[in-house]
């Protein structure tokens, strides 16, 4: 197993390599933004392109433009338009695949903002984006051609000065995680200050990026709101705020989650970012994650700490939640023959694709709970219960900080997968 993951993981850096001799064949070093409606309920699912944003630089890699990792139920794709060779590829998953689970999902139709950054072609690219559920089908959602010299792209427009917090690196080096105050009215300053220093000292802190300083760049976007707090429809609380976050979302109660998401990439881009962390000025707990798309986190509360890391494992990382006691509604979310895209859970369908190669030999599958489950007898195993349910879905640890209430404590597998994660963006 581990020789094949060499081999894979030579494949894949020379094809790396090989793309990154390409980039300023293909790209400026300029960023497009595409700006969809992603329409539908559980039976019926359509995107729909709404204007295209041009500008700034091109902060993502340049090494990997093929993403190595999916595990986002949505992949976008550019390919050359007269070879149809694949140029770039990313993979998300977004807040729409959460509501086509819930119950009003089921016949209710939505129509969710979205927005995705891609490299900005020399030439006519074909854009395409494709749809995977839970057993990895994939759905053409959407084909279309930009033409670098036709297609009406919008300016991007800087409005906000920008606060470093961490650098280790340049852009291109380092994982550029992007902090949004939400909430944080002109007399809350002080406050917004503070507690962008606040969360930024709790990432560092916390492996595996405080091993990783220098691949991790850490910025804060210097916005006020119109109003000091956010939004709760539930209790008939409602802000005007920078990027209008509230609670709620799904019909659930703590899910935070901000559904002008054109808005947020408007206030984003005016600094580099790979991943956006929305910091909400709220007492009330509460937070969201979702990969290679955006999270929440509350600013008070007894376990910022662990939220923020948490809510980042899912934002970066791609981790699944461990635990499998929650309110959460979501419907058989891992059916028992397939395997989860998840790199931290297994349902033993494929094994072999996730942590087995780290176990030690003598490890029985699955793996008892051993020490009455207190940490310190825990060990790398194969423990049943993870990703909302107790029976067929497994993990890796007893503990870790996608399963408790636990700041800087990642198992194994989820701390090897940041570790992936930041080394990717580093390269
Ligand atoms: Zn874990």
Not at 21 to 49: C, M, P, S, W
């Amino acid at each position: 197993m581990k020789k094949l993951f060499c081999t894979l993981f030579t494949l894949v850096f020379f094809l790396g390599m090989a793309f990154a001799q390409h980039f300023d064949q293909f790209f400026e070093n300029k960023n497009l933004r595409v700006n969809y409606l992603h329409i539908g309920n559980l039976t019926q699912e359509a995107l729909k392109i709404d204007h295209f944003t041009a500008g700034g630089t091109w902060n993502g890699t340049r090494q990997f433009l093929i993403e190595p990792d999916m595990y986002g139920d949505i992949v976008v794709e550019l390919f050359d338009s007269v070879s149809n060779k694949l140029l770039y590829s990313r993979s998300y998953s977004c807040l729409f695949t959460e509501y086509r689970t819930t119950e009003r999902g089921e016949t209710e139709v939505t129509s969710m903002e979205e927005s995705v950054n891609v490299p900005f072609p020399k030439n006519t690219v074909k854009l395409k984006f494709t749809a995977y559920d839970r057993k990895r089908l994939g759905t053409v959602l959407s084909e279309s051609y930009f033409n670098p010299n036709t297609t009406p792209t919008e300016p991007l427009v800087k409005n906000y000065s920008t606060m470093n917090l961490h650098i280790g690196n340049t852009p291109d080096k380092a994982i550029d995680i992007l902090f949004i105050p939400d909430g944080y009215a002109k007399s809350d300053a002080k406050l917004l200050k503070k507690d962008m220093k606040r969360f930024a000292s709790y990432v560092m802190n916390c492996s595996p990026y405080k091993e990783m300083k220098n691949k991790v760049n850490i910025r804060a976007i210097k916005g006020y709101s119109e109003d000091s707090g956010i939004t709760q429809p539930q209790n008939d609380i409602y802000k005007k705020t920078l990027v209008n976050t509230a609670y709620n979302a799904l019909d659930l109660d703590r899910y935070l989650m901000c559904l002008g998401v054109w808005n947020l990439y408007d206030v984003a881009d005016d600094a580099p970012f790979d991943a956006i962390v929305i910091i909400c000025n709220s007492e009330k707990y509460g937070g969201g994650g979702i990969y290679n798309f955006y999270c929440t986190v509350y600013n008070h509360g007894e376990y910022p700490d662990y939220v923020i890391v948490h809510e980042m494992g899912h934002l970066i990382g791609g981790l699944a939640d461990e635990y499998y006691t929650s309110e959460v509604s979501v419907q058989d979310f891992y059916p028992s023959d397939v395997e989860p895209v998840e790199p931290n859970l297994t349902t033993l369908v494929d094994f072999d694709s996730k942590w087995k190669n780290m176990l030690d030999e003598n490890t029985p599958i699955p793996t008892p709970v051993t020490g009455k489950g207190t940490p310190e007898y825990d060990q790398l195993g194969v423990y049943e219960g993870g990703g909302y349910v107790a029976k067929g879905v497994y993990r890796p640890a007893q503990h870790c900080t996608m399963h408790q209430i636990r700041y800087n404590d990642f198992c194994p597998v989820c701390k090897k997968t940041l570790e992936e994660v930041i080394d990717y963006y580093a390269r």
